[in-house]
């Protein structure tokens, strides 16, 4: 581990100096982006999507526009929100999970697509 701090009293200085060429580039790691003002986050509930790698309790970062095939949207619908991977089967949309596939009706609210997801820690609560 390397120090920024200035050199102690008791520090030996190397017998050949080093030529700063030679020292290797800091790494520059990318955060992961915040979620900006007015973003939505949802956690699942249900193990709709643990076959995708979303455990329950998975946070889902929404990006407000209408879903592709083969895109995790959430959709509202029947007075509830629903989460699920966007398809069309037999001309009409549906939403697949691990639980089987709805049919959604003309009048659903699509609410976005997930573009983040967090899957939780091994060990964590879910409920």
């Known amino acids: 581990m390397r120090s920024t701090g200035g050199a102690s009293p008791r520090d030996v200085p190397?017998?050949?100096d080093i030529a700063p060429d030679a020292l290797p580039a800091p790494v520059k790691r990318s955060s992961?982006?915040?979620?900006?003002?007015?973003?939505?986050?949802?956690?699942?509930?249900?193990a709709h999507l643990t076959s995708r790698g979303?455990?329950?309790g998975s946070d889902l970062m929404i990006n407000p526009r209408r879903p592709k095939?083969?895109?995790v949207a959430v959709?509202?619908?029947?007075?509830?929100?629903?989460?699920?991977v966007f398809d069309l089967e037999r001309g009409r949309?549906?939403?697949?999970?691990?639980?089987g596939?709805?049919?959604?009706?003309?009048?659903a609210?699509?609410?976005?697509?997930?573009?983040l997801a967090s899957p939780t820690l091994d060990g964590m609560p879910t409920g």
């Open 14 to 16: 190397l017998p050949f």
């Open 32 to 46: 992961a982006p915040a979620p900006e003002e007015g973003t939505q986050v949802y956690r699942l509930v249900g």
């Open 54 to 56: 979303l455990p329950p």
């Open 69 to 71: 095939r083969g895109e």
């Open 75 to 84: 959709v509202r619908f029947g007075g509830r929100t629903r989460v699920g």
């Open 93 to 99: 949309a549906v939403l697949r999970s691990d639980r």
């Open 101 to 107: 596939t709805r049919w959604l009706p003309p009048d």
């Open 109 to 115: 609210v699509y609410i976005g697509v997930a573009a």
